[in-house]
């Protein structure tokens, strides 16, 4: 081989690692990055939209809605929404969450507030999802709940340690008034 074809062989192979390079990154930056988290109550006379919003995608919220709920009150329903607000238009992700259910689990934690989460829906095989879930509320108080979305949990039935990976884990404060 005389030194053209060996430039013209390392140029071609020089041009197929570059080509295969900018491949792997376009796909990296066409995943979706989870920006807001809506929490959407709502109940008799109660109808409410509270948010955690990280607008600068670095992963630490730049603002958090303190969760306000009356006291003593029962069957408030709660359906999540999952957000990528650092493109626009936004990306509503949360059908997407939903059409694979089986592959992820939210998770609810209830710190010091007179709080209970319950009645989480389920996946198409019957496995806790809990994208929509019942609140009830007892005396005022206050604390907050921890929620996180797990991506292909390992066991959905055990709530405090599914394994899989975290999506996202956001905790809100709550006010029971």
Same mark, same amino acid.
């Given at each position: 081989?005389?030194?053209? +074809?060996?430039?013209?062989?390392?140029?071609?192979?020089?041009?197929?690692?570059?080509?295969f390079?900018?491949? %792997?990154?376009?796909?990296d930056?066409?995943?979706?990055n989870?920006?807001?988290?809506?929490?959407?109550?709502t109940g /008799?006379?109660? @109808?409410?939209?509270?948010?955690?919003?990280?607008? @600068?995608?670095?992963g630490?919220?730049?603002t958090i809605?303190?969760?306000q709920?009356?006291?003593?009150?029962?069957?408030? +329903?709660?359906?999540?929404h999952?957000? %990528?607000?650092?493109v626009?238009? =936004?990306?509503?992700i949360? =059908?997407?969450?939903?059409? =694979?259910?089986v592959?992820h689990?939210? /998770?609810?934690?209830?710190?010091g507030?007179?709080l209970? *989460?319950g009645?989480?829906?389920?996946?198409?095989?019957?496995?806790?999802?809990g *994208?929509?879930s019942?609140w009830?509320?007892a005396?005022a108080?206050?604390?907050s709940v921890? *929620?996180?979305?797990?991506? =292909?949990p390992t066991n959905?039935t055990?709530?405090?340690n599914p394994?899989?990976?975290?999506?996202?884990d956001?905790?809100?404060?709550?006010?029971?008034q």
């Open positions: 081989m005389n030194n053209t +074809q060996k430039l013209s062989a390392l140029a071609a192979l020089l041009l197929a690692l570059t080509t390079s900018a491949c %792997d990154k376009g796909e930056t066409a995943e979706e989870i920006t807001t988290i809506e929490v959407h109550l /008799t006379n109660f @109808d409410k939209k509270f948010y955690w919003d990280d607008t @600068d995608g670095d630490v919220a730049n809605d303190e969760i709920i009356p006291a003593n009150t029962g069957n408030i +329903q709660a359906h999540l999952v957000y %990528d607000r650092s626009t238009p =936004e990306i509503d949360t =059908e997407e969450i939903e059409e =694979e259910s592959d689990l939210f /998770t609810y934690a209830v710190t507030a007179n209970t *989460i009645s989480l829906n389920t996946d198409s095989a019957n496995n806790p999802f *994208i929509t019942v009830t509320t005396a108080g206050s604390g921890n *929620i996180k979305l797990y991506h =292909e959905k055990n709530a405090t394994g899989g990976e975290v999506d996202f956001v905790v809100f404060p709550v006010k029971i």
